[in-house]
């Protein structure tokens, strides 16, 4: 039972909650039932039909309300007498700065991206507030504290790159079913329903342009008065038949590969074949676009069948036609979304095709879908105990109870008898940029680089700031802000275009750059190092920014040796730390395994010994403390670069890794 001090720190507190999903939706009702009084959700999200399995607060005829507003109300129900105040808002919004944690006693997070933990936990840390991570994936979760200056900070660990592949290997050489997807999705899916103007890397030309009148142009571009089909199947045609054709060409390139076979429509499809059980009048009657679906117009119901190479075809040409018939409006602007079906079906359809020309085994709608969407399927009871989890620790961090904070691990099978692993929390990390303010190192040649590259590469990718001010010395080399007179917002637009070198106060090696967020109070010193070459496949951005560094060898003993005092786990971080409810992440949310150790609680020294409590590597992993690992095929994160030495610009396509920090 609660203890009087519980109660009253409970009711008196006032709790903001970043995200209400898979989590957030377990969250907010074990707030409620536990006492808590005052209440506060930020999400930008609606619901839609994927969350109902496990987000239990929504049901169907909620789909495409606000997930804040709506689980407010399905709490107040039973919980009446108690404030929840909903944002259907994007917590980076300026709206919610520093002044505005402030008012909090706590932060709860459940969100699924790694830009908005980090801006969060900036916003704590300026604030002052504590802050209670958490994240699952499938049967692993975990719960985190962090407090300024008493324990790390989300940043304090650093992120792994992500895996990299060069360009070649999507567009000409592929060998594994997630390089079909990516083609299929982020090169084929975006260049016939996206952005037009972009890169073309599918547009390939013959030599003799005579030879091949549609080559001479755009082939993706849709004559006038053609009709649909004949596009589809022209499209087919290039795609499938006519650039493999050009790529077996290079003899050299097949040397030591599996040559891949063209494959055009009329191979596929007996001409005209394609039958439409139903019509596009009723697909294209539905009030969601997404819900249109070329499975339904030819009668496949099952995603879970693999598609013959026929079939696949059938859904190609059919979701293709559907694209232009239902939901012309929106091409050109389109990018894939995994809830949108008829989407899903073109992608799935597509790498199939592109798998069967390279001889790579075929994949489900329901397993394609998991690739493209980077879906691991959540565990509602995951979520309920690490929700449990969080409410426990936020209960000790408004107790002001520091020394019996957990970090908190959930394992898929026991460990040593337990499923909960709890661990103490590390002190600050002293490398820490953003919590220890230590200044980052950055490799760059400046004599070719221009700003923009700095600002969109480093302050906005890496740093994570969305309002950037950049100063060298006194001089003010960009701003960003609703406020600025326009002769200052051209100034700063021509700054951009500059390089580093050459701007009005001039970026050399050796110079000390202070990039700020206002938004963020986060303010970070950068160490210019000038450098002429660069590794296209291994330093894609042309840069290298250092920032942090793993403890020295000395720090490493005097670690152990207390740790070993009391006795300890010896395996590094349990599990990576993971998403919001393992539906989607990014590759830059993985965590880098440490090298310290972390100390067991009191409440598990009877269950672990120091020598027993690292478990062996078990080949079918029960009793094993589970650590990420990169090497599943269809989890990696692609990068592609640009396989042209002689071509300076770097083309990045990314997929996002299922598991995250």
Sequence with gaps: MASQQQLSAVKGAKVLMVGAGGIGCELLKTLALSGFQDIHIIDMDTIEVSNLNRQFLFRRSHVGLSKAKVARDAVLRFRPNINITPYHANVKDPDFNVDFFKKFNVVLNGLDNLDARRHVNRLCLAADVPLVESGTTGFLGQVTVHLKGKTECYECQPKPAPKTYPVCTITSTPSKFVHCIVWAKDLLFAKLFGDTTQDNDLNVRSSDAAGSSENSKDVFERRKDEDIEDYGRRIFDHVFGYNIEMALSNEDTWKNRNRPRPIYSKDALPEKSIKQNGSVEKNGSTDDPSSVSAMASLGMRSPQDVWSLMENSKVFLEALKLFFTTREKEIGSLSFDKDDQLAVEFVTAAANIRASSFGIPLHSLFEAKGIAGNIVHAVATTNAVIAGLIVIEAIKVLQNDTKNYRMTYCLEYPTKNMLLMPVEPFEPNKSCYVCSETPLSLEINTYQSKLR?????????????HSPIIMHGSALLYEVGDDLEEDMVANYAANLEKVLSELPSPVTGGTMLTV????????????????????????????????????????????????????TSNSSRPIAELNEDAEISTMEETDVVPTKKRKLSTASKNATSPSSSKVPADTDNHGKVEEIDDDDDDDDVVVMLDGNPDNTKTRRVVTSKNLCV
Aim: hydrophobic content about 30%.
């Design 516 to 567: 700020e967020d206002m938004q963020q109070e986060l303010v970070c010193n950068v160490n210019i190092k000038h450098r002429e070459e660069f590794d296209e496949e291994k330093e894609p951005d042309g840069m290298v920014l250092v920032g942090w560094s793993q403890p020295s060898s000395t720090e490493k003993k005097e670690e152990n040796h207390r740790v070993s005092d009391v006795g």
């Design 453 to 465: 590259d700095f600002v969109e590469k480093i302050v906005k990718a890496k740093l994570g700031m």
